[in-house]
C-alpha cells in the first residue's frame, strides 16, 4: 500500500451504514441532476481543486494501490481487462471509467459490480457536505472522481483501475501515484484543451507518467513516441512498448470474440478475448503486460487468471451485438481514429452485409471527420441526436455528409430522425435478411439505444 487514507467517517463500516449523510427526501434522479448541474463550472484543467478534494476527504487515493490509464481511444477496454485480472486473483478491484453507457451508476465499480444508486446518493452527499463552506467549487469530473476515490478507500479496495477523463497531465484523476502507468495510443481529439498537434497532445497525456513508475505504452506516431521516450527517461520510468518489448498475435476473430498469442516476459498461447475487433488485441496486450510488470514487482497473480480474466471479461458498448434479429451492433465511437478502427473492423467482420447505420454524434466533436469513415461503410444512414444540449443536429450531420459524398461515386441513402428510439424504429422497417444495423457516434447515443433496447438504468438529460 501507498499509504492509509484518515477518513472522515471512520465510524461507517460499509457504504450503506452512512445514513446520516443523506439529506432527508433526496432521490437518485435529484443526485444525478445535481452532478450535471456542476457543469455549468465548465472543463477546467488542473489539479488544484482536485488536491484540495483529496486534503478534505482525507487523501483517499494513498488508500490504495492504483493502475492510471490515458490515451486516445481503448483506454475503456485496457482498464477492464487489467481489473478483470486482478478480480480473478482474488484482490478486492476497483474500476473507474466514464462515460456511462446507461446508468451514471456504471462509472464506479467494484469487483465488476456498479455501485448502487443508493451509493451515488451517499457519496455526493457526503463529498458535497465536506466542501460546503469552502472555496472549492469544482466541475463535474472533479467531484465525481472525489466520489470515486472515497468510495474506494471506504470500501477498501486492493487495487484501483482508473481512466483518466481528458488529457492526463491536468486532469482530476492525475493526483493519483500509480503502481504503472498505460498510454494506450494518441491522436488528435479535445484540441481546445490539449493541443493543436500530436506532440502537444502526447505531452499532456505524457503527464501521467510518475517518477520511477514503470510506462506501459502502444503510441505509434514518431512524434508522440518522442515525447514518451524524453518524458520516461527525464522521470526513471521504465517504459515498455508494444511491438519491441512485447507483443500479441491473432489467431482468430469472429463478430464476438478475438483469440490471440501473447509474448512478453512470458508467453501466452490460445487466450480468448470477450471482445471484437483486430485493434482490441493492443489493449489486451497492454493488459497483460501491465499485470506482468505487477508480477515482477512481487505482486502475486497466478498465471491461469490471466487467462481467465482476459476470457472472463464483460464489457459493453464495443462493437457489442445487442440484437440477434435484426442483428444490432453497438459501438461507442466518438472520434476520427475510432471511426476508421470501427469501420474497418466492420469490414473484417462482415465484409457481405449491408450496413444501416444509426449515427448520433455530439456537436463539439469532429463530426465530419467521424462521418466519413462510417459513411464508406453504409448503404443507409439514418441521423439522429440523443438527448442533451451538446448533441448535433441531424440536419447539420446531413449537409456534411452531402459534402463528403461530392467526392464519392458510391451513393448512400440518408434519412432524419429526432430521437434515437424514432431511428431505432426506422431502422427496422427498413432492415431486410442480410443487414446489420450499426449505432454509434458517441457513448450517449449507445447508452440511449440499449434503454430503449430494454437496458435497465435511468438517463440524465444532461449527460457527459
Request: proline fraction near 3%; glycine fraction near 8%.
Amino acid at each position: 500500500m501507498t499509504g492509509t487514507a484518515k477518513l472522515k467517517v471512520k465510524n461507517c463500516r460499509t457504504l450503506s451504514s452512512c445514513g446520516e449523510i443523506i439529506p432527508q427526501g433526496a432521490n437518485y434522479t435529484e443526485t444525478v441532476n445535481y452532478l450535471y448541474s456542476l457543469q455549468r463550472h465548465g472543463i477546467k484543467l488542473g489539479l488544484e481543486n482536485s488536491g484540495k478534494l483529496m486534503d478534505i476527504l482525507g487523501r483517499p487515493e494513498m488508500s490504495f494501490r492504483s493502475i492510471h490509464i490515458a490515451g486516445t481511444n481503448g483506454k475503456g477496454s485496457t482498464s477492464a481487462i487489467i481489473a478483470s485480472i486482478l478480480r480473478e486473483n482474488g484482490f478486492r478491484t476497483g474500476l473507474f471509467t466514464s462515460p456511462h453507457l446507461v446508468s451514471f451508476t456504471e462509472r464506479i465499480r467494484i469487483n465488476n459490480v456498479p455501485v448502487y444508486e443508493s451509493d451515488v446518493i451517499r457519496l455526493a452527499s457526503y463529498v458535497r457536505s465536506v466542501i460546503a463552506g469552502t472555496d472549492i467549487k469544482p466541475t463535474f469530473f472533479e467531484f465525481v472522481t472525489a466520489m470515486a476515490f472515497y468510495c474506494f478507500a471506504h470500501e477498501k479496495v486492493d487495487w484501483a483501475v482508473v481512466e483518466v477523463g481528458m488529457g492526463g497531465r491536468l486532469d482530476a484523476t492525475n493526483v493519483l501515484f500509480p503502481h504503472a502507468s498505460v498510454i494506450t495510443n494518441i491522436s488528435l481529439e479535445h484540441t481546445e484543451f490539449l493541443g493543436r498537434n500530436i506532440s502537444e497532445i502526447a505531452f499532456e497525456k505524457a503527464g501521467i507518467i510518475k517518477p520511477s513508475v514503470p510506462l506501459v505504452t502502444a503510441v505509434e506516431q514518431l512524434d508522440a513516441l518522442k515525447v514518451m521516450e524524453d518524458t520516461a527517461k527525464k522521470l526513471h520510468a521504465e517504459m515498455h512498448l508494444y511491438g519491441k518489448d512485447f507483443k500479441g498475435e491473432i489467431t482468430s476473430m469472429d463478430k464476438t470474440r478475438l483469440r490471440f498469442n501473447y509474448s512478453g516476459y512470458k508467453d501466452y498461447s490460445n487466450l480468448s478475448l470477450s471482445l471484437a475487433g483486430r485493434h482490441q488485441l493492443y489493449n489486451a496486450s497492454l493488459a497483460i503486460r501491465t499485470c506482468e510488470i505487477l508480477m515482477q514487482k512481487g505482486l502475486s497473480i497466478n498465471e491461469g487468471t490471466i487467462y481467465n480474466g482476459v476470457t472472463n471479461l464483460n464489457f459493453e458498448g464495443r462493437l457489442e451485438q445487442v440484437s440477434e434479429m435484426p442483428p444490432i451492433i453497438l459501438d461507442g465511437a466518438h472520434n476520427p481514429h475510432a471511426a476508421e478502427t470501427l469501420a474497418a473492423a466492420v469490414k473484417e467482420l462482415f465484409p457481405d452485409k449491408k450496413i444501416i447505420l444509426i449515427a448520433g454524434i455530439m456537436k463539439d466533436k469532429d463530426t465530419k471527420g467521424i462521418l466519413m469513415p462510417l459513411t464508406d461503410i453504409s448503404e443507409t444512414i439514418i441521423l439522429t441526436m440523443p438527448k442533451g444540449e451538446r448533441a448535433a443536429h441531424p440536419q447539420r450531420l446531413k449537409e456534411e455528409i452531402v459534402d463528403l459524398q461530392l467526392y464519392s461515386t458510391r451513393p448512400v441513402s440518408i434519412k432524419i430522425t429526432n430521437t434515437v428510439e424514432e431511428a431505432i424504429g426506422l431502422a427496422g422497417a427498413l432492415w431486410k435478411e442480410g443487414d446489420i444495423i450499426l449505432i454509434t457516434g458517441s457513448f450517449y447515443t449507445t447508452g440511449e439505444a440499449k434503454e430503449v433496447l430494454g437496458q435497465q438504468g435511468i438517463l440524465s438529460q444532461l449527460r457527459e
